[in-house]
């Protein structure tokens, strides 16, 4: 248990479907991160939020949409995905320095 | 981009032995991180490095920070079943919430 949570932890969606993914924290940190992990790749990282203001967009596709209502919870929205989206979403938060991660959402486009 | 060039790729061990892994950039970072990732998990922080030289312990893991601040190597002594797994190394090059550059991960196999 590392203080970060994910839900769903597997996700099967069709490509006109839109679902979102959740992420809360309970380490008391101001970052939150949202990463993609396919096979065989470096982790990926999609988007920073620091105290609630989005600080990195890592060319991130349209179809994914991150949100940030507050410093412990982070969303990602899913919308008309693509089968080469089917990866790992993980989310990680820090204060200051290590990042702590989620156990991840496993999600399939069919 | 950045990169981490982490070797070896993947490792059949022998229970008992010991285990070497490494980590190389061609730019100075400030942290070195290293990460154990169990299938269908996230990545779980084993040792976190913030000075060059330092040397650090977490049961039978030891990381170091390399002196030139390009390299971090990852020693697992006397390996047993569950150290099976990926693992990452880390690096961030400015201090604060700055983004980690991630190698790619060396995965561990141990043989009983």
């Known amino acids: 248990e590392t203080g970060v949570t994910q839900t769903p932890r597997h996700l099967v969606m069709g490509m006109t479907n839109k679902k979102s993914l959740k992420c809360e924290q309970h380490?008391?940190?101001?970052?939150m991160y949202w990463y993609k992990q396919s096979a065989k790749k470096p982790l990926e990282l999609m988007f920073v939020?620091?105290?609630?203001?989005?600080?990195e967009n890592n060319s991130v596709p349209s179809r994914f949409s991150p949100e940030c209502p507050n410093s412990s919870h982070l969303f990602l929205h899913l919308h008309t995905l693509q089968p080469e989206d089917s990866a790992l979403y993980l989310c990680?938060?820090?204060?200051?320095?290590?990042?702590?991660f989620g156990p991840g959402t496993r999600l399939l486009v069919l | 981009g950045q990169q981490l060039n982490q070797s070896p790729q993947s490792m059949f061990i022998q229970e008992g032995e010991d285990v070497s892994m490494n980590c190389t950039s061609s730019?100075?970072?400030?942290?070195w991180l290293w990460y154990k990732q169990d299938p269908g998990e996230g990545p779980v922080l084993l040792i976190a490095?913030?000075?060059?030289?330092e040397l650090t312990s977490n049961g039978r893991l030891t990381a170091q920070f390399g002196i030139t601040r390009k390299d971090s190597f990852l020693n697992i002594s006397a390996s047993i079943p569950s150290d099976v797994g990926i693992y990452f190394c880390?690096?961030?090059?400015?201090?604060?919430?700055?983004?980690?550059?991630f190698g790619k991960g060396t995965r561990l196999s141990v043989i009983a």
């Open positions: 990680a938060s820090s204060q200051d320095e290590a990042q702590y």
């Open positions: 730019s100075i970072f400030n942290t």
């Open positions: 380490l008391g940190h101001n970052a």
């Open positions: 490095l913030y000075k060059a030289g």
């Open positions: 939020y620091n105290f609630k203001e989005q600080t």
């Open positions: 880390a690096g961030r090059r400015f201090s604060g919430n700055t983004p980690l550059v």
